[in-house]
C-alpha cells in the first residue's frame, strides 16, 4: 500500500476549536493567513462548539419546555386548573435542533467562504511539535505550521468504565438529547449539574427518573444549605439512590441492568436509557498536548497565564481545555483576551476571574458566585451570613415559593461580599446584582441602602439578604 504523504501549510495563525475559539478571528485578521480547524461535536458533528449544539442552548431549550409542563402542579396551589395534556417530544426535539442546526450550519457555511484569508479545516487535529499540528482530513493528512496557535478544543463528557461496554442505551449529554422518545424510565448517574437538568427535563416531559450518587447530597460543590434544598426536592421528586456507588452494569432486553453498592448492600435499578454524568474532562489529550511542549496542571488541563499564554511563546489556550471554569461565558471572556493579545502584543490585557458566576437549570433553579459559607469560614478570616427566604418578601409569599432562598456571605468587617447563592425561581436573575457587585468592589451595606428596590418585586430577597448581615448599619 502506498504511504500517504501529508500536504504541508504554514499560517500565521491556527485556531483549534469553533465554540468560542470560532470568535477570535474576524476582519481585523484580514492581513493574516488563517486557519480554523474543528471536528464538530455531538452526533452531527456539528460546527459551533459544545454550547451551541449540544450544551448550554439546547438544554435550556428543554428546559423552558420542562418548566412549562411543570407548572400545571403549581398552579394548582394557586387556584389556577391547568393541565398538561401532552408531550410531544419530536415537535419538542424538532424545534430546537430545527433552529440549531441551522445556526450550526451557517457558521460553517460562513467559515468555509466569507473571508477569503480564512481556511476551514475538518477534522481531528494533533500537536507533532512545538507550533507544528497534523490534522486527519477526508481527504488525508494535512500538516500545519503557524505562528501563533491558539487551542480551544473543549471538553467531553466521562463515561465511567463499568458503563462503556453497557450497550447502546447508555448516553452522556452529547447524545441524549436526540432520544427518538422520552424514556419510560430514565437512570441518570451523577449528581452533579447535568445530571439534575436533564433529570428535570426527562422527570417534567414524562419519564420515571432515578438519580444515583456517590455523596450523600445531589450538587454537593454548592453552599450546603443550597445542596440540602435542591436534594429534598429531588427526593420528593425522584427515585433518588444517594451513597450509592456504580459496581456493575449490563445491557438487557429494553434498556440496561445496573448493580449498585450502597448503606443496605447490594441492590439493582434497571432504566430504558442511561445517562452518564459523572463529568467533563479536557480535551488537551486529544490534541497531544505535551508533543506540542504544552505545559499541563495536575488535572490534565492546559496550564495558562492570566494573559492565556501556555508555556509555549505564540501558543494560547482558553476555554475547558485549559480553565478549572468549565463555564461558555468564562470561554467568551477569554476568547476576547486572546483575540486583544494576538492584535495588540504590545498592550496585553489579562483575564478576570474574580467573579465568576454559575447557574443550574434545574428545580428549583440555583444561581451562586464566590465563596460558599463553608469555603469562606475555612479559610479563616472574618464572616458574615445573610440569608433571606423568598417567602418573606412580598412576592415570594403572593407566588407561594416555600424552596427559594437568597444567602450572602461577606466580611463583616470590611462589608465585601464574598460569596452569593441563590436557590428558586429566577434565581440567575437575582444573583447577577450581586455579581455586579463583587466585580466592582461594591460593599453589601452601599448596594443594600444606597439605591431603591423596587416594592414588591422578587429582588427584594436579595435586599433582605443583604440587610440580614450582622452588620454596623448606622
Known amino acids: 500500500m502506498d504511504q500517504v504523504v501529508a500536504q504541508s501549510r504554514r499560517y500565521d495563525v491556527v485556531v483549534l476549536g469553533a465554540g468560542s475559539g470560532n470568535s477570535i478571528v474576524d476582519e481585523r485578521f484580514a492581513d493574516r493567513r488563517v486557519a480554523i480547524v474543528d471536528q464538530g461535536v455531538g452526533p452531527r458533528g456539528s460546527f459551533g462548539g459544545t454550547c451551541l449544539n449540544v450544551g448550554c442552548i439546547p438544554t435550556k431549550m428543554l428546559v423552558h419546555s420542562a418548566d412549562l409542563a411543570e407548572s400545571p402542579a403549581h398552579a394548582q396551589a394557586l387556584g389556577v ?21 441551522a445556526i450550526a450550519d451557517a457558521g460553517r457555511a460562513w467559515r468555509v467562504s466569507g473571508m477569503a484569508n480564512v481556511e476551514l479545516l475538518e477534522g481531528r487535529a494533533r500537536f507533532v511539535g512545538p507550533k507544528r499540528l497534523e490534522v486527519a482530513t477526508a481527504e488525508g493528512p494535512v500538516t500545519l505550521e503557524a505562528e501563533q496557535v491558539v487551542v480551544a478544543v473543549g471538553s467531553r463528557p ?67 444549605e443550597v445542596s440540602r434544598r435542591v436534594t429534598e426536592a429531588f427526593g420528593r421528586r425522584f427515585d433518588l439512590r444517594l451513597q450509592r456507588k456504580l459496581v456493575g452494569a449490563r445491557a438487557v432486553r429494553g434498556g440496561v441492568e ?53 508555556s509555549v511563546p505564540g501558543v494560547y489556550a482558553l476555554g475547558d481545555v485549559s480553565s478549572p471554569f468549565m463555564l461558555k461565558h468564562v470561554a467568551n471572556h477569554e476568547a476576547r483576551v486572546v483575540q486583544h493579545n494576538l492584535l495588540h502584543p504590545d498592550r496585553p490585557v489579562r483575564t478576570n476571574h474574580r467573579a465568576v458566576p454559575h447557574a443550574v437549570f434545574t ?38 415559593e416555600t424552596e427559594g432562598f437568597a444567602k450572602v456571605v461577606a466580611n463583616p468587617e470590611t462589608g465585601q461580599i464574598l460569596g452569593a447563592h441563590v436557590v428558586g425561581p429566577q434565581a440567575p436573575q437575582l444573583l447577577q446584582p450581586l455579581v455586579q457587585a463583587m466585580a466592582f468592589g461594591l460593599d453589601a451595606k452601599s448596594m443594600a441602602r444606597g439605591q431603591y428596590w423596587i416594592h414588591p418585586a422578587l429582588s427584594e430577597v436579595v435586599e433582605n439578604a443583604l440587610l440580614a448581615l450582622p452588620l454596623d448599619w448606622e
Open 258 to 310: 445496573l448493580e449498585l453498592e450502597g448503606p443496605k448492600g447490594s441492590e439493582l435499578v434497571a432504566g430504558n436509557v442511561v445517562l452518564a454524568a459523572v463529568g467533563r474532562v479536557p480535551n488537551a489529550d486529544l490534541v497531544e498536548a505535551s508533543a506540542g511542549g504544552l505545559a499541563l496542571t495536575p488535572d490534565g488541563r492546559i496550564q495558562v497565564d492570566d494573559q492565556q499564554r501556555t
Open 363 to 400: 428545580s428549583p433553579r440555583v444561581a451562586a458566585v464566590g465563596l460558599t459559607e463553608r469555603e469562606a469560614r475555612a479559610a479563616g478570616g472574618p464572616v458574615a451570613v445573610g440569608q433571606q427566604e423568598y417567602a418573606g418578601v412580598a412576592y415570594g409569599w403572593a407566588m407561594e
Open 81 to 101: 386548573g391547568l393541565e398538561l395534556r401532552s408531550v410531544d417530544w419530536p415537535g419538542i426535539v424538532d424545534r430546537v435542533f430545527g433552529r440549531i442546526d
Open 158 to 224: 466521562v463515561v465511567p468504565a463499568v458503563l462503556a461496554e453497557a450497550g447502546p442505551a447508555v448516553h452522556t449529554s452529547d447524545t441524549i438529547l436526540r432520544l427518538p422518545e422520552v424514556p419510560e424510565h430514565l437512570v441518570v448517574v451523577g449528581t452533579g449539574f447535568v445530571a439534575c437538568e436533564l433529570a428535570h427535563v426527562f422527570g417534567s416531559l414524562g419519564a420515571a427518573v432515578t438519580v444515583v450518587g456517590r455523596g450523600d447530597r445531589v450538587l454537593r460543590a454548592e453552599d450546603d
